[in-house]
């Protein structure tokens, strides 16, 4: 009888995952939450804790998700102006805000007014940056909100080569049309306006950016426009960008495109110091209007 045996190389691969926690300052009045912020690298992004990223609001249309913005005031709501310009009625639109799930509404508010920049391009997606005022204002004690801080108008912010953090509730496959229900967290990097991956994509690298991750596997995506690109920096996140636009999701070779918002400290000003959005020289109707 002979017995044939057979040997078989079983091969087992480690992949290290490596984590890095941001602590912030709590006494800081902007970017910070009540819990620390865990980016992981990994392929695809990540859930986000409870408790983080408290700037995060979602922007509905009757109620369903389309995309996504930044509290920079307690009645004040930082996005994209693609996300709003094609609105024919304000009182569609509704905010939630103090919750990483979809389906956990905290708070709610309706808008009463919406600000889009005078100069945004439908073509080239320049000046893709809009300002909604709340119909009354977030209870900051509840849900723990908080605010994203502000750049000032540095000479290209930010730098290139930096890491930052993108988070939406936007599509986490391009197979699937659906929304994620939890709020997702992405580490990616600052590109070069001269990297062949920025020049396929940008149009006006004054006010807009590039981003993306190395393996072009981690990118924002369709439901993550209007939301936050933020830098970590003297123990606080900073808003550096606006997701505005890419070509497809991931794709290695096309680098996604963020408003610059460090150029708009300004024209943010305005609206943080006043009590309306209206004003001298301003266009409204139904609320809306071109600033």
């Not at 995060?56 to 995309?67: G, K, L, M, Q, W």
């Not at 389906?103 to 909604?132: G, M, P």
């Not at 006043?274 to 266009?283: A, D, E, H, M």
């Amino acid at each position: 009888m002979t017995f044939v045996f057979y040997c078989v190389l079983i091969q087992i691969s480690f992949t290290i995952i490596t984590s890095l926690t941001y602590s912030c300052s709590l006494n800081s009045t902007c970017g910070c939450s009540s819990n620390s912020v865990s980016l992981t690298k990994i392929i695809g992004g990540e859930d986000a804790r409870v408790d983080t990223w408290s700037w995060a609001v979602s922007i509905r249309i009757r109620n369903a998700h389309t995309c996504g913005g930044s509290l920079i005031s307690p009645e004040l709501i930082l996005t994209a102006a693609h996300c709003l310009y094609s609105i024919s009625r304000i009182s569609s639109l509704s905010i939630t805000a103090g919750s990483i799930y979809l389906s956990q509404i905290k708070q709610q508010r309706s808008v009463s007014e919406i600000a889009i920049h005078r100069n945004y391009s439908l073509d080239t997606y320049a000046n893709d940056i809009a300002v909604i005022r709340l119909s009354s204002p977030f209870d900051m004690n509840v849900g723990s909100l908080g605010l994203i801080c502000l750049p000032k108008n540095i000479a290209e912010y930010p730098p290139k080569n930096l890491t930052v953090a993108a988070i939406g509730w936007g599509k986490v496959t391009t197979s699937v049309d659906a929304v994620s229900n939890t709020l997702k967290q992405v580490t990616l990097k600052t590109i070069p306006n001269n990297d062949t991956t920025c020049l396929r994509t940008i149009k006006n690298n004054q006010v807009q950016f590039c981003a993306s991750a190395q393996d072009g596997e981690k990118d924002t995506c369709q439901g993550d426009s209007g939301g936050p690109l933020m830098l970590f920096s003297n123990d606080k996140w900073y808003l550096a960008g606006i997701t505005s636009y890419g070509i497809g999701c991931a794709l290695p070779e096309y680098a996604g495109v963020y408003t610059r918002v460090s150029v708009y400290e300004a024209w943010i000003k305005c609206f943080l110091e006043n009590n309306t959005l209206l004003g001298p020289n301003v266009s409204s109707q139904k609320g809306m209007m071109l600033m």
